[in-house]
């Protein structure tokens, strides 16, 4: 019994409000699905990634982004109006630790075929990498090739990786602030043997919304103990750059990738996109012409805490 002092926060959660919160989640999260399942969908039809027939192998490594393209694709090829098959693939590196059984016993509960491929390359690269430096390059290299072998012996047509928004957007950083190119992750390509067509379904998705569609799934997720593990990666540095922008002004990631997909070549500085050698006046308006001198567009940088309204 309530005592005469007690204020409704003081109460016990009742079974209605159990109930409240239970349809509040399940509301929430049906809303979470329709938009990573519109995400994806836009991703694929905007860059032609599935076609009928195609037999795409779903490169799974146990985190939550692959998690994620799979359980995204799976519900697609549902409701898709092409049909095409997927084959989900890991590649156990023989990790310290690795937990062999999860992956297999998870698959088999989806009921969808699937293919372990083992290769102690995590020995290599701990052998061949000194102490203290970066293992990503190497064992991505490694992966990658014994992945496109893989897909050749599967008779896959597509090969699908988990990278997301937030992935393309930091190896844009990347090459910008160390490599020097203005260059990011391509949502559709051909693998470097030529022999493959890698897709990137997930392009259009914010890590946030595979975090959350994780924890509502639960998915079993299997810790890196090779990248995952090394502090003050590039790219970590890049990630957090990104989430600190983010969170300070709401919408700028998606400005970032609306803008890798308005390329205006004749105002950028590449003497191979652009013929700046024979550029003479024509006497006729030039759409783009000098409206670089032009005022900035874009809204000034609002105090900490604020939001700014970003246009598309």
């Given at each position: 019994m309530l005592s005469p002092h007690a204020t409704p926060a003081d109460a016990a959660p009742t079974d209605a409000d159990a109930e409240r919160a239970r349809k509040r989640a399940a509301f929430e999260a049906h809303k979470l699905e329709k938009r990573l399942c519109r995400e994806v969908g836009r991703a694929i039809v905007d860059y032609s990634m599935i076609g009928e027939g195609d037999r795409v192998m779903v490169c799974l490594s146990g985190?939550?982004?692959?998690?994620?393209?799979?359980?995204?694709?799976?519900?697609?090829?549902a409701r898709a109006p092409v049909r095409f098959e997927l084959i989900a693939v890991n590649l156990d590196q023989k990790q310290p630790g690795f937990p062999a059984e999860v992956l297999p016993n998870y698959l088999r509960g989806l009921g969808i075929p699937f293919h372990i491929e083992t290769q102690d390359t995590y020995s290599i690269v701990k052998e061949k990498v000194p102490e203290g430096k970066t293992l990503c390059s190497l064992c991505s290299r490694l992966r990658r090739g014994i992945l496109y072998r893989v897909a050749s012996e599967l008779g896959a047509t597509r090969i699908a990786l988990g990278h997301h928004r937030d992935d393309i957007l930091a190896t844009?950083?990347?090459?910008?602030?160390?490599?020097?190119?203005?260059k990011a992750m391509p949502p559709k390509l051909v693998s470097d043997d030529g022999r493959h067509v890698v897709i990137r379904p997930l392009a259009y998705v914010a890590e946030r919304d595979l975090i959350r569609w994780a924890e509502h799934r639960r998915f079993p997720i299997i810790p890196c103990t090779l990248c995952g593990s090394q502090e003050n990666l590039q790219r970590a540095q890049a990630v957090a750059l990104l989430r600190e922008?983010?969170?300070?002004?709401?919408?700028?990631?998606?400005?970032m990738l609306h803008a890798l997909q308005h390329i205006v070549p004749s105002h950028l500085m590449d003497t191979r996109l652009h013929d700046f050698a024979h550029i003479e006046a024509t006497g006729r308006p030039d759409p783009e012409g000098d409206r670089a001198f032009d005022a900035d567009p874009w809204p000034e940088a609002a105090p900490a805490g604020e939001q700014v309204v970003h246009f598309r």
């Open positions: 985190g939550k982004d692959s998690y994620g393209l799979l359980d995204i694709l799976l519900k697609l090829q844009l950083l990347l090459n910008m602030f160390f490599g020097g190119k203005l922008w983010e969170r300070k002004h709401p919408g700028r990631l998606d400005n």
